[in-house]
């Protein structure tokens, strides 16, 4: 499935949090491929998978085919209404996800969603007056940094001061288009929210982890359709310049033009710029030299370092999760976090300059 971004499911060694049974979380909502990857990362991490639902007796298949622990739930209310059930996963269609975490939180239990979870401003400040109703947690897939070992490794050497103090991230997310095999919300900008806000806000949140920054200001963004005239409603690109509160800046830059020859759906990069030295990571490959991931290439004055990261790292990320639910602690990620790196994404939509482009 590497070539194929939208299936695309990182697997890890196993890492247990708790004992099986301990912590059970239900699945629904298969509009993604991303749920694959989030139902992997629980599942090594010790969770138990009780239980999967959607609409589409196809998709429901698919999915036991490669999770036949799940047992098929007769609907989302039968999930809600099982009180062994402390999370769930799920990853519908994007304008959907804060209207379906709302009804997750109302029942009682924690929500963990793909990204983006807002398509709006007004989808935001609803989930964040129910989660402050309820006392539920709200999470969301940033699959990029989360499961990713060279980023997951980047922020490990940051925290432990190997480049100083912060100053400058620059991110690329490219991804392979595929656009044959995409559902059709996925070229509607109502459903998926645009470029900046889907695949964007991977980026703004790994800028926001790395500096250490709690707020920011977009100075600019733009999108445009270079390429796609038939699909109109289609960002196939899309930047953005960010200053931190802190002073530290980030550039980024995202698009739908992975070409086919690359080995896979996409050369996503990290460049970090510290006080004391520099991170590169090279996230899924090392471009005609290396077909596999998880690279990140360390300077201070020390000298110069290549990490090859594979397997060594895991993804600490999920079993945080399972504990914050435990322990309603914020260990993981804050949910202000959270909710900062979508605001964030959606200002960036909004202020986006539309770039005039000749079809």
Not at 163 to 185: A, M, N, S, Y
Not at 228 to 255: M, Q, S
Request: glycine fraction near 10%; proline fraction near 4%; hydrophobic fraction near 35%.
């Amino acid at each position: 499935m590497k070539q194929d971004g939208m299936n695309y499911a990182p697997k890890g060694k196993p890492n247990p949090v708790v004992e099986p049974g301990e912590f059970n979380f239900a699945v629904t909502a298969l509009d993604h491929g991303h749920i694959n990857g989030m139902t992997n990362g629980l599942l090594e991490a010790g969770a138990t998978l009780k239980w999967v639902y959607d609409p589409d007796p196809e998709k429901v298949a698919a999915y036991q085919e490669q999770f036949p622990e799940a047992a098929v739930a007769e609907s989302l209310e039968a999930i809600l209404a099982d009180p062994a059930v402390q999370l769930v996963a799920a990853a519908v269609i994007p304008n959907l996800r804060s209207e379906m975490g709302n009804r997750v939180m109302r029942a009682g239990k924690d929500y963990f969603t793909d990204k983006t979870a807002f398509t709006t401003m007004a989808q935001l400040e609803e989930t964040k007056k129910v989660v402050a109703e309820t006392g539920r947690k709200f999470f969301v897939y940033f699959s990029e940094r989360l499961h990713v070992e060279g980023a997951v490794f980047a922020g490990q050497l940051i925290k432990d001061g190997k480049i100083g103090e912060v100053i400058q991230v620059t991110g690329f997310g490219p991804h392979r288009l595929d656009k044959d095999i995409r559902p059709d919300w996925f070229f509607k900008k109502e459903q998926y929210g645009g470029i900046l806000c889907d695949i964007g806000s991977h980026q703004i949140e790994q800028f926001l982890y790395y500096t250490g920054n709690e707020n920011a200001e977009v100075l600019h963004s733009k999108v445009g359709n270079y390429a796609n005239p038939d699909t109109p409603e289609l960002e196939d690109y899309g930047d953005a310049t960010f200053l931190g509160d802190n002073g530290a800046t980030f550039i980024f830059k995202v698009d739908w033009f992975t070409p086919d020859g690359l080995s896979t759906w996409g050369d996503g990069r990290t460049f970090i710029t510290g006080t004391k030295g520099t991170i590169e990571v090279r996230k899924y490959l090392d471009v005609a030299r290396e077909e596999t991931g998880d690279h990140l290439y360390l300077v201070t004055a020390e000298g110069e370092e290549h990490y090859s990261l594979t397997g060594e790292v895991g993804f600490p990320f999920f079993g945080e999760m399972i504990k914050d639910c435990i322990n309603r602690t914020e260990k993981a990620m804050t949910q202000e976090h959270i909710f900062k790196a979508q605001e964030l994404c959606l200002i960036s939509q909004e202020k986006a300059m539309v770039i005039p482009t000749k079809k």
